[in-house]
C-alpha cells in the first residue's frame, strides 16, 4: 500500500514579523533560520513550507515552529494534505508555472 495522498502532509508558515529596529530584525532573521534548520524551504518572503510524511511528523514540526515563534508579531501555521497541495495553482507573472518543486531533504525515522 503506497503512501496515501490525504495522510502526507504540508505545513505552511506565514509569519509578519516587525523589522524596524536592528534587535528586531535580529529576531527575525533567527526565526527563518529555524525554520530552514527545520527543513523548511521559502515559497515567498514570509511563507515557509515543508513537506511532511505523515500527520504524526507534522505534529513534531508545528510544536517545533510553536517553540520559536517571536513574542511580537504575526504567525500563521495552515496543514494541508498532499491532495489538497496538489490543486495549488502558480503563476509567474500571468503564466502558470509547473508548481512548486519539492525541495530534496532527508527524513530519517
Known amino acids: 500500500m503506497g503512501i496515501s495522498q490525504y495522510k502526507v502532509m504540508w505545513i505552511l508558515v506565514f509569519f509578519d514579523l516587525p523589522t524596524d ?10 526565526f527563518r533560520k529555524e525554520l530552514i534548520k527545520d527543513g523548511f524551504s521559502m515559497f515567498q518572503f514570509s511563507i515557509y513550507l515543508r513537506h511532511c510524511s505523515s500527520r504524526e511528523n507534522r505534529d513534531v514540526h508545528v ?21 489538497q497541495f496538489e490543486m495549488l495553482e502558480i503563476f509567474d507573472g500571468r503564466k502558470k508555472t509547473d508548481g512548486f518543486i519539492e525541495p530534496h531533504q532527508l527524513e530519517l525515522f
Do not use: A
Not at 529596529?21 to 533567527?30: G, N
Not at 517545533?64 to 495552515?78: A, D, H, Q, S
Open 21 to 30: 529596529t536592528k534587535i528586531e530584525r535580529k529576531i527575525y532573521s533567527k
Open 63 to 83: 510544536k517545533r515552529v510553536k517553540k520559536i515563534i517571536p513574542e511580537k508579531g504575526n504567525v500563521g501555521i495552515l496543514s494541508i494534505t498532499d491532495k
